[in-house]
């Protein structure tokens, strides 16, 4: 069982360890935290130069999804025993239309909504936000949006950790995540958004 403060504590650090400068720089320590943490005991895939992206960001399972079978003997085998998918991770820093509050959470949504479909015994999401003019508490605003969308989606019981990096937005720019002692702050979502909760650090 995932301890999801423990995991925040660990994505955090190693986050501000690697000190990611730029979107892809992020999103590439992200992938690297999974595949350093998990690597060893599971099967993980993510989009890189030795691998590829499944279903999710970051897929981490106790199978391979694309190893299943096999055609020894000339007959498909099912190599797997049994199927579990362990953690999912989606991340959203910004991305298409990602220049305004409504459109960069509107992209957060999407992924969230995403990783609510997927039965995974643990999920994860990585996303940032930009404030309303004059919005005070805006990180929790969107932390709470996704509790509520998540109280709403039916048949799902996972536990969800948020991890929120706070957005800046340079002139007539998209969204750009940005990674300090103080930007990274992170949420637990309870089984079926029952109720959502800050870690403190």
């Not at 994505?11 to 892809?24: C, M, N, Q, V």
């Not at 030795?50 to 190599?79: G, Q, W, Y």
């Amino acid at each position: 069982m995932v301890a999801y403060v423990d995991l925040f504590k660990k994505i955090r650090k190693s986050l501000l360890t690697a000190a990611p400068s730029t979107t892809d720089e992020i999103t590439q320590a992200v992938k690297d935290f999974f595949l350093s943490e998990f690597g060893s005991s599971h099967t993980v895939l993510c989009s890189g130069e030795a691998s590829r992206e499944f279903l999710t960001d970051v897929f981490i399972s106790d199978f391979d999804p694309l190893k299943v079978v096999n055609n020894k003997n000339k007959m498909i085998n099912i190599i797997s025993d049994s199927f579990q998918i362990y953690m999912a991770v989606e991340s959203e820093l910004g991305g298409s239309g990602g220049s305004s509050p409504y459109g960069v959470m509107k992209n957060v949504i999407q992924d969230f909504i995403k990783l609510l479909s997927i039965t995974s015994k643990h999920k994860v999401m990585v996303f940032t936000s930009l404030p309303y003019s004059g919005e005070k508490n805006h990180i929790t605003n969107r932390a709470n949006t996704l509790k509520e969308i998540y109280s709403r989606f039916q048949s799902n019981e996972a536990e969800i950790l948020l991890v929120h990096l706070i957005g800046a937005k340079p002139v007539s720019t998209q969204v750009r995540a940005v990674v300090n002692q103080n930007s990274v702050s992170g949420f637990y979502l309870a089984s079926r958004g029952i109720q959502c909760i800050e870690i403190k650090i």
